[in-house]
T-cell receptor
């Protein structure tokens, strides 16, 4: 299994809603990442978990809350988002820690905030 | 921090070669990656080169690295319509996260 699976593929939420994005991999990778991608822009790193510990937080607003329940799962909890948070949210994983740039990406969750 | 520049758009005809260029600023980058993103999809690692190499060939893909000028290029031979996508250059320095260039949109016409 060489896949990173993200759910849901599409999510529409209001600014007062609470929702979560989920990411799963069964490749035994020990680093997992959240990236945010706006249209016609490169992915921007949000968070990195290495060996289930948060190792990088790129000054992301607290309305985004990551969680890594175990080495195979990564969640992104969303609360009180703004319309400008609408984007494609990409999850990725890498073998070992974060020293490698060989990332495996999921297909993304497209989020629309109304 | 790292600054990565790419030309935004490239248009070629099917069967021609495509060359996508990238410049970066962090001379401590040890690995330099090329990722491909097809419409509506995530990113896929295409190839990479170690910083002590000048060239790497992988089937239709050739990566050239000029470390002195911090210039990286990706050549796709015999470009096909299925190669139409956005290509991201991503240098990686030790202890830092992967940073993507702005991406080059490759359009292949038949």
């Amino acid at each position: 299994d060489t896949e990173v699976t993200q759910t849901p593929k599409h999510l529409v939420m209001g600014m007062t809603n609470k929702k979560s994005l989920k990411c799963e991999q069964h490749m035994g990778h020990r680093a997992m990442y959240w990236y945010k991608q706006k249209a016609k822009k490169p992915p921007e790193l949000m968070f990195v978990y290495s060996y289930e510990k948060l190792s990088i937080n790129e000054s992301v607003p607290s309305r985004f809350s990551p969680e890594c329940p175990n080495s195979s799962l990564l969640n992104l909890h969303l609360h009180a988002l703004q319309p400008e948070d609408s984007a494609l949210y990409l999850c990725a994983s890498s073998q070992g820690g974060t020293d490698t740039g060989e990332l495996f990406f999921g297909e993304g969750s497209r989020l629309t905030v109304l | 921090g790292e600054d990565v520049e790419q030309s935004l758009f490239l248009s070629v005809r099917e069967g021609d070669s495509s060359v996508i260029n990238c410049t970066y600023t962090d001379s401590s980058s040890t690995y330099l990656y090329w990722y491909k993103q097809e419409p509506g999809a995530g990113l896929q690692l295409l190839t990479y080169i170690f910083s002590n190499m000048d060239m790497k060939q992988d089937q239709r893909l050739t990566v050239l690295l000029n470390k002195k000028d911090k210039h990286l290029s990706l050549r796709i031979a015999d470009t096909q319509t299925g190669d139409s996508a956005i290509y991201f250059c991503a240098p990686k320095a030790p202890g830092t996260a992967l940073i993507f260039g702005k991406g080059t949109t490759l359009s292949v016409s038949s």
